[in-house]
């Protein structure tokens, strides 16, 4: 499937941000776990160049060129281009706004974020508006706490928490849910360090996306 877009339909739309350098079976169970459970389409969007991490190791096209390879034969997941094609640093508060625009000011949007990042939002550009354009769906680990959290979080998520999807799926934004995910012991990195020391990742991630990895030569020392 092509770049989602995103006047279709009505239900809410979920976003999944990430580097995918390369994306692998964490990532898209993760994201099809949000999807079930939310009943929703997620937007997979890969970032152009992060704010907050180094270069990725595979240029903006091959990265989205995997994601298509990872998302053929089904519709809940698809791929949303749009950091790919800014230049420059990509804010999220940037992304969500302009999603907003085009879904207009009813349709649900959520933002989904790992835990570590959501306990980082305060060092996020413009942070305070990101509950204003959409709810946040923080992802945590079993056994992992989401407490202890900086003031200023705590303070401006006051009165958002809620354990309801309905209403993350009624209402525009402005929520903030906890999901309990499971997630695979695999990571990008990992699979990454196996292709540059000549081991092979296979059944970490879609055998397509890793015949493509090794058709186009990524990732190598
Ligand atoms: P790297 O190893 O290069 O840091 P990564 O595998 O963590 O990469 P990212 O593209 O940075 O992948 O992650 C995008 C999102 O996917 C983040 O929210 C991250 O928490 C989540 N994620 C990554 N790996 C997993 C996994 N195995 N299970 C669940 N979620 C994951």
Do not use: K, N
Request: charged share 25%; net charge positive; aromatic share 6%.
């Amino acid at each position: 499937m092509s770049a989602a877009s995103a006047g279709s339909g009505t239900g809410p739309v979920a976003v999944f941000g990430g580097t995918f350098d390369p994306v692998h079976f964490g990532h898209l169970r993760v994201a099809w776990e949000v999807a079930e459970r939310l009943d929703c389409e997620v937007r997979l969007m890969p970032s152009g160049r992060p704010p907050h991490r180094g270069q990725p190791g595979a240029p903006p096209a091959q990265r989205a060129a995997m994601l298509e390879l990872a998302l053929a034969g089904q519709d809940r997941l698809r791929l949303d281009r749009r950091e790919l094609e800014r230049s420059g640093a990509s804010y999220s508060v940037d992304t969500l706004g302009a999603l907003r625009e085009e879904l207009g000011p009813e349709r649900p949007l959520v933002f989904v974020l790992g835990a570590d990042a959501f306990r980082a939002l305060p060092s996020w550009h413009r942070w305070r508006e990101l509950t204003g354009l959409a709810h946040l769906l923080a992802m945590t680990r079993p056994r992992q706490r989401l407490d202890r959290l900086d003031p200023d979080l705590h303070a401006a998520m006051a009165g958002r928490w809620t354990g309801r999807t309905e209403l993350l799926q009624r209402e525009p934004a402005g929520r903030v849910m906890v999901l309990r995910v499971t997630p695979l012991a695999v990571s990008s990195s990992q699979i990454r360090a196996a292709l540059a020391a000549g081991r092979s990742p296979r059944y970490l991630l879609p055998q397509a996306v890793l015949d493509h990895i090794q058709a186009a030569g990524l990732y190598r020392a």
